[in-house]
T-cell receptor, first 111, second 115 residues
Framework: DAKTTQPPSMDCAEGRAANLPCNHS???????VYWYRQIHSQGPQYIIH???NNETNEMASLIITEDRKSSTLILPHATLRDTAVYYC????????????FGKGTKLTVNP | KAGVTQTPRYLIKTRGQQVTLSCSPI?????VSWYQQTPGQGLQFLFE???????NKGNFPGRFSGRQFSNSRSEMNVSTLELGDSALYLC??????????????FGPGTRLTVL
């Protein structure tokens, strides 16, 4: 079973920041938080991952709470092309490459 | 670099038949994983291959099998198809470099419909 809890759906206005929350209260010390997204009818796409520090790349920022029990993926300026299902996954680096996907959050970016 | 390619993209079979799906990973990637996606169960891990060896297997019946060739291309086979096998089958490849997180790159999937 997935070790994460995400809201089933969220809406965001185009151009505004989209903040997607994820709860992972049972995360272990060696487990990372990964985010993937799946645009309709395509394969999932890697976005970002982190252990305990905040991370930023060209796609998004990842904010992880100090106790590591939750995190937030931030898309700073959402566009219509960001409409997708976003998956938060916890996984130990160096372990199995198996990704355990939950149901994710369906983000709809509205014009 | 070309992405992960999967063939065929769409397939229709009838119950009891078998099917073989193909995946060509990104050049240089040695690990290939397979996932099944259905509306009811979501994305579920099937198996992972690395250097022609199965390294991990999900909770699927033995009707689901796979293999990897020396050029890292992979095939998965489903025998004695059931209606519930209708799904999007996704292949993902990664470079498997030691010491780094190697993100998985997913292909577009093969949409299998079992009638």
């Amino acid at each position: 079973d997935a070790k994460t809890t995400q809201p089933p759906s969220m809406d965001c206005a185009e151009g505004r920041a989209a903040n997607l929350p994820c709860n992972h209260s049972t995360i272990s010390g060696n487990e990372y938080v990964y985010w993937y997204r799946q645009i309709h009818s395509q394969g999932p796409q890697y976005i970002i991952h982190g252990l305990k520090n905040n991370e930023t790349n060209e796609m998004a920022s990842l904010i992880i709470t100090e106790d590591r029990k939750s995190s937030t993926l931030i898309l700073p300026h959402a566009t219509l092309r960001d409409t997708a299902v976003y998956y938060c996954i916890v996984r130990a680096q160096g372990g199995s490459e198996k990704l355990v996907f939950g149901k994710g959050t369906k983000l709809t970016v509205n014009p | 670099k070309a992405g992960v390619t999967q063939t065929p993209r769409y397939l229709i079979k009838t119950r009891g038949q078998q099917v073989t799906l193909s995946c060509s990973p990104i050049s240089g990637h040695r690990s290939v994983s397979w996932y099944q996606q259905t509306p009811g169960q979501g994305l579920q891990f099937l198996f992972e291959y690395f250097s022609e060896t199965q390294r991990n297997k999900g909770n699927f019946p033995g009707r689901f099998s796979g293999r990897q060739f020396s050029n890292s291309r992979s095939e998965m086979n489903v025998s004695t198809l059931e209606l519930g096998d209708s799904a999007l089958y996704l292949c993902a490849s990664r470079s498997a470099l030691a010491g780094l997180y190697n993100e998985q790159f997913f292909g577009p999937g093969t949409r299998l419909t079992v009638l």
